[in-house]
């Protein structure tokens, strides 16, 4: 039987040569992703069939959530069976911080096991999915985040994970003349900290997705492709149906040192599968 420290010295070992072959995590434009939370309630009901669909629809990559040792109720060996028969592969999946919680396999608690998890069916990068309103707080509290969120790193690294944070708007409300997000991205450490870049949620914040590569190059491996719509409400919608100028923004894509991106829609106005369908046609004929 593997002990944990035989596990996390061969995962090192794997580490070491994924860093050898960098070539193996650039950007490949065949894969076109799909955040599994647009079609949240027939996960919920049905997962064998919902990824059979969302591959039948044409995605090739899913980003998937975890909690409790479990993918959508799934123990990590189902779920990657259910992947492998669909052509599916996951790349990331999302985790909650658990702050004040004592639930497994949170970043604050349990994580050593979902690391576990994630590196025994292939994931590439672990992501802090958001914060709930009680875990945000002041600039001190995001300073104490960033410190958690480079210990969640640390223990990612040891077996060829990339630990990152996915955001949303309420980062760019300033305190003090800061922005929280600035205190994520300054006191993190660049190698162990990354970031999923949400455009929807930066564009509604009233912020520049590329003016954000430029000043932190290479941060940026995973994106969210998520429009607004031309509303006073700003709502979600359809990629390419929006305002969001995916094209100016996927041409800066080396910039940030993109790897992956996934197709989200948090609400959709009918059934998402017909949305994720319009999402997925307006990339293959526009972005890749």
Known sequence: ???????????????????????????????????????????????????????QIGYNSVEASYGAGKYYGQTP??????????????PSCHYTLGEGQNY?????????KAVEDAASIGQKYMVCA????????????????????????????????????HNHDFEFEQQDGKYPYEILLEDTDKNNVKFETDLYWLTKAGQDPVALFDKHPGRFPLWHMKDMDNTPKKMFTEV?????????????????????????QDICPGDPFVSITQSIDYIKKNLV
């Open 77 to 90: 060996s189902d779920f990657a069976a259910l992947l492998k028969q669909n052509g599916l592969i996951m």
């Open 130 to 165: 958001w914060l709930s309103p009680k875990e945000r707080g002041t600039l001190d509290h995001y300073k104490q985040l960033a410190d958690d969120f480079n210990k969640a790193g640390e223990t990612c690294k040891k077996v060829g994970i990339q630990f990152c944070y």
């Open 1 to 55: 039987m593997t002990s944990r420290r035989d596990f996390l010295k061969t995962s090192a070992l794997l580490s070491a040569g994924m860093m050898v072959a960098p070539q193996l995590f650039a950007y490949d434009k065949k894969y076109i992703g799909l955040q599994l939370y647009t079609v949240r309630n027939a996960m919920g009901k049905d997962v064998p069939g919902t990824l059979a669909k969302v591959a």
């Open 104 to 112: 497994p396999g949170t970043i604050l608690t349990g994580w050593d």
């Open 240 to 264: 390419g149906h929006g305002v969001i100028d995916f094209k100016k923004i996927m041409a800066h894509n080396k910039k940030a040192g993109l790897k992956y991106f996934f197709v989200e």
